[in-house]
């Protein structure tokens, strides 16, 4: 399944929220290649509280 939405240019989601879990993310993150990336600073509630933080930011946004 993930080489079917890699071929089709699509987004896979990996997430470890552990010390532990970097060298398994480093991994995906090379299997991947072109479509890996990896994100070491995390903002708590980016995925369950997205609605909120998104509106959060364009507000800020609007400020600056």
């Not at 080489?3 to 997430?15: F, N, Q, T």
Request: aromatic letters at 8%; proline letters at 2%; one cysteine or more.
């Amino acid at each position: 399944m993930i080489r079917e939405v890699v071929k089709a240019d699509g987004v896979i989601l990996v997430v470890g929220t552990r010390r532990a879990h970097e060298r398994i993310l480093e991994k995906a993150k090379t299997r991947l290649g072109d479509n890996g990336f990896v994100v070491n600073d995390w903002l708590p509630g980016t995925l369950t509280n997205s609605e909120t933080l998104y509106v959060l930011f364009k507000f800020d946004e609007e400020r600056c």
